[in-house]
Nanobody, 120 residues
Framework: QVHLAESGGGLVQAGGSLRLSCAAS?????MGWFRQAPGKERDFVAA????????YYGDSVKGRFTISRNNAKNAIYLQMSTLTPEDTAVYYC????????????????WGRGTQVTVSS
């Protein structure tokens, strides 16, 4: 069993930045972020493999978000910049044993989520 704990969500103005963190209870290979806005499906945001050699991003966040990890802390981070109200969502940390190129069906563990709200 892997427990994931997200932190760093909050309220930010459009154009601002925010950094999310996710700590896992054990060392895991591929970790990532998904998000779900009210009334919408949960979408892929970003993912990273164990060594950080491979990172993947959803089209809507490419060039604005950066995923990174610290294996000494079993943690990943999501640096979000140039935020827009369309980025408002609950952000979920995820673990996949199938690799960093992950889809919702590949997720083995989910965090509880952290709310990000971007005001216009």
């Amino acid at each position: 069993q892997v427990h994931l704990a997200e932190s760093g969500g909050g309220l930010v103005q459009a154009g601002g930045s925010l950094r999310l963190s996710c700590a896992a209870s054990v060392s895991v290979y591929a970790m990532g972020w998904f998000r779900q806005a009210p009334g919408k499906e949960r979408d892929f945001v970003a993912a990273i493999d164990y060594n950080g050699d491979y990172t993947y991003y959803g089209d809507s966040v490419k060039g604005r978000f950066t995923i990174s990890r610290n294996n000494a802390k079993n943690a990943i981070y999501l640096q979000m910049s140039t935020l827009t109200p369309e980025d408002t969502a609950v952000y979920y940390c995820a673990v996949s044993h199938r690799g960093a190129r992950m889809a919702i069906g590949d997720i083995d563990y989910w965090g509880r989520g952290t709310q990000v709200t971007v005001s216009s």
